[in-house]
């Protein structure tokens, strides 16, 4: 039995978070950034292969959509096929993702036991989910990004330089900065939108909304979870300002006065950046 399969048999109730220790350790990355997938791979005996999956992969089973795969496992190949139009750090994210579906207990199991179709819509949403968390913990090794995150100083100059270190996108560095954040931050992503607002007009500036936002543990607990409403008024707001920057490292910073319902407004101090597509703006309380 291959070492990794034994491994698995062996340790039916390993945490994802375990495997991805082991994976770090056994392939000789613990500590070392940017997690050199290559190596990663290697250690399992897989292949990563790029193809265009619209041309070249016809036996793919037609009932899959194949314009929204991004990457498939091969089990009995142990070929990983990404699909070429990822950018680089897509296709790390995605072939980790697929890495999750070979080294995780139960997985192999599920995907190659039973058809996909077999699987109810509950553990789909699970074992994606897992795999997805078995990767951000691969690329981030776990703790080791918290841990210097944390020996910053908050500020956006901090996600983009560790987005450049740890080879992750800005969005996913942004995110998990804020959730692993031992003070009190907040991340408010702002996406373009296409339709007309009533009302607004948007002759040389796309419109902004509110897509999501993020919260560390200490924030939320003092402040809110998610922003209800802002207006975003070309000419009048910093998101604005920000959309028109050229670089990442260009960030424009502020105050902003917050009412939270039931407990009065704050004053937080507010950064932002922008990587072309979307606007990101980091908050946290003036005095921390
Ligand atoms: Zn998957």
Redesign the pocket.
């Known amino acids: 039995m291959p070492k990794v399969e034994r491994v698995i048999a062996e340790n039916l109730n390993l945490a994802i978070e375990d495997v991805v220790e082991g994976l770090l350790q056994a392939s000789g990355m613990t500590g070392r950034i940017p997690t050199n997938v290559g190596e990663i791979l290697g250690y399992l005996d897989l292949k990563q292969l790029s193809f265009d999956f619209m041309r070249e992969l016809d036996f793919m089973p037609e009932l899959i959509e194949k314009r929204d795969i991004r990457a498939v496992l091969s089990y009995n190949d142990r070929i990983i096929a990404t699909q070429r139009q990822l950018h680089r750090n897509q296709t790390v994210f995605s072939t980790l993702?697929e890495v999750g579906?070979y080294v995780l207990p139960e997985h192999v199991q599920k995907f190659y036991v039973c058809s996909i179709e077999d699987l109810s819509f509950f553990t789909k949403l699970r074992l994606?989910a897992e795999?997805n968390k078995l990767a951000a913990n691969l690329i981030f090794q776990l703790d080791h990004f918290a841990i210097e995150a944390n020996s910053f100083p908050l500020g956006c100059n901090v996600i983009t330089d560790l987005a450049g270190k740890y080879g992750t996108s800005f969005e996913a560095t942004a995110r998990r900065y804020v959730e692993q954040h031992s003070q009190p931050c907040a991340l408010v992503v702002y996406d373009k939108v296409e339709k007309h607002v009533e009302g607004l007009e948007f002759d040389e500036f796309p419109g902004f909304k509110v897509q999501y936002t993020i919260t560390s543990k200490s924030f939320r607990e003092k402040f809110f979870t998610k922003i209800l409403e802002e207006k975003i008024i070309p000419g009048e707001s910093s998101v604005y300002e920000a959309c028109k920057k050229l670089d990442v490292t260009q960030t424009v910073e502020n105050k902003m006065s917050i009412t939270i319902v039931g407990k009065g407004e704050f004053m937080f101090n507010s950064q932002l950046f922008t990587n072309g597509y979307k606007v990101f703006r980091l908050i946290y309380p003036e005095k921390l």
Do not use: D, K, S, V
């Open positions: 993702h579906h994606e795999a």
